[in-house]
């Protein structure tokens, strides 16, 4: 078995050993575990079966993992993202009354059009046409939008006829144990403690049990059924008003599947001499692949995770790492009942902290450039405000576009950004 693992995955090659790749997987699995029961959360939101899309997030990432560490070799696990799912279920089924089959047949589209993005030159000319500030704008901005999702589903924040929103009643439990949900999310994190996600939404929900505000469910028990599996409908997808949501679902896969390929590969030293990652098509095969899939079985779309990178951190360098996490996420499958057992509260304590991770980016922006942050800080503001992810992007494309022209700077902007800009306007205008 060491035999065949070392020749599959080139252990020591790249100085691993096995027990470490194990570690490594399992260290990943704690670290992103989360998504088996935030995102049926969400995405029941939208009017799906909570077992049947605990089940798709499952499989999906049980097989985009392995795939990616038999194909590309790298210790990078995927699973439906973070922000793709909220667009799925606020931005596309809530917020434009899309049916969810009919969203995951646009997901099932942008999938295959990566694939084509993956295996042909367009790759390398859209990931870098795109400026560097509107990529970091569409991650903080995906991050404030999870933030005032987490912040609304723990009743911290709510609606208010006046002023839009306004805080909730801190003298009730749930925002109140949310709020302590976070904190010890992060408090962990912060102390290096594996699993940190986990252990915060397990916490607040044993509170919950305690206090009559969520029902134990039980452990284990067979998997419940994958009613969502090939319920996608393509052909209404294949609309006019979708050719932004699709362009949208696109776009946000393209650019996070890139940037956690490549600040994992980093941290772990598998860039090659001249700072390139080695395998790239074969990873963004493995990812985009993965999200095809995942609509298939009944999920909004499957990305690289950068909570990988707490495997490498752990010693993981080679694919077994992501294989040990797949194995793991099938054993998932088997957890529906404490899946059903935890309160919306609990996960919105997890929404936030992910949030948090992701608006860090914005930290990053040429600030001394106001061409340059300001149409990222439009794209970001816009996401939560207008509460669509689509719309805010739009707007940032546009007013990138403008300014630049405006500014007698247009040979600074990217013909793909005017390409897109366009596209919105024609959307906005008579979308």
């Known amino acids: 078995m060491n035999s065949w693992l070392e020749q599959r995955f080139s252990i020591k090659e790249h100085h691993s050993t096995v027990g470490r790749e194990v570690l490594a997987g399992v260290t990943t699995f704690l670290a992103m575990a989360y998504i088996a029961v935030v995102n049926p959360s969400i995405l029941s939101q939208a009017g799906m079966d909570f077992g049947a899309v605990f089940v798709a997030t499952c499989v999906a990432a049980a097989m985009a993992s392995i795939m990616m560490g038999l194909y590309a070799n790298y210790p990078i696990a995927l699973a439906p993202g973070m922000g793709q799912n909220a667009f799925f279920a606020f931005g596309i089924c809530l917020g434009m009354g899309v049916s969810w089959q009919v969203a995951l047949g646009a997901v099932f589209i942008s999938g295959v059009l990566f694939i084509l993005i993956s295996v042909l030159p367009i790759r390398e000319w859209l990931i870098n046409s795109i400026p560097t500030s509107l990529k970091l704008g569409m ?104 050719i932004t949501v699709i362009l949208t679902l696109l776009l ?107 608006v860090r980016s914005l930290a990053d922006l040429e600030w001394d450039d106001i061409t340059e942050s300001a149409p990222a800080m439009v794209a970001a503001i816009s996401m939560p405000l207008t509460y669509s992810i689509a719309d805010g992007i739009g707007l940032g494309f546009i007013t990138y576009a403008l300014i630049k022209t405006l500014a007698g700077r247009w040979r600074e902007c990217p013909a793909a950004v005017y390409v897109i800009a366009a596209l919105f306007v024609v959307k906005f205008l008579f979308l």
């Open 139 to 242: 991650a903080g901005g995906i991050g404030l939008f999870l933030a005032i999702i987490g912040l609304s589903g723990g009743g911290v924040v709510v609606d208010n006829s006046a002023t839009l929103i306004s805080l909730g009643d801190l003298t009730q439990a749930p925002p109140l144990l949310m709020l302590v949900g976070f904190v010890v999310i992060v408090a962990l994190t912060a102390r290096g403690v594996a699993g940190a996600v986990v252990i915060g939404i397990l916490a607040v929900t044993g509170v919950a049990w305690a206090l009559g505000l969520a029902e134990f469910n039980g452990l284990f028990s067979v998997p419940p059924s994958a009613s969502a599996i090939l319920e996608l409908d393509i052909i209404g997808a294949f609309n006019v008003s979708m």
């Open 252 to 358: 946000i896969d393209v650019f996070d599947t890139a940037g956690t390929l490549v600040g994992v590969a980093t941290r772990a030293n598998l860039l090659d001499n001249e700072g390139n990652l080695p395998r790239l098509n074969k990873a963004l095969l493995a990812d985009s692949s993965a999200t095809a899939f995942g609509a298939i079985l009944g999920t909004s779309s499957t990305t690289s995770y950068v909570e990988s990178a707490a495997g490498v951190e752990a010693g993981g360098r080679t694919g077994l790492a992501a294989v040990v996490t797949g194995l793991l996420f099938v054993l998932c499958l088997f957890i529906s009942p404490l899946a059903k057992s935890i309160p919306p509260f609990a996960t919105a304590a997890a929404l936030l902290f992910v949030a948090c991770m992701m």
